[in-house]
């Protein structure tokens, strides 16, 4: 859990929407955050910590963190 708590308060930083998240199976996906305003640092510690960038999706996703 403690994971999922940093990640969620660097995606915090950039932006600090109403409702953040959106899960499906297996996956959880960070709502209202581009890509693009994440600094390249960010998104390194953010894949360390289970984020991916999903250009697909074209957002921020987790397998690590979604419903099972």
Request: hydrophobic share 35%; net charge negative; charged share 35%.
């Amino acid at each position: 859990m403690e994971d999922l708590i940093k990640a969620l308060q660097i995606f915090l930083t950039y932006k600090n929407v109403e409702y953040p998240t959106n899960c499906s199976h297996d996956e959880m996906r960070i709502m209202d955050i581009e890509i693009d305003e994440v600094s390249d640092e960010d998104k390194k510690i953010l894949d360390e910590l289970g984020f991916f960038v999903s250009e697909s999706d074209d957002c921020f996703k987790s397998f690590r963190f979604g419903s099972a």
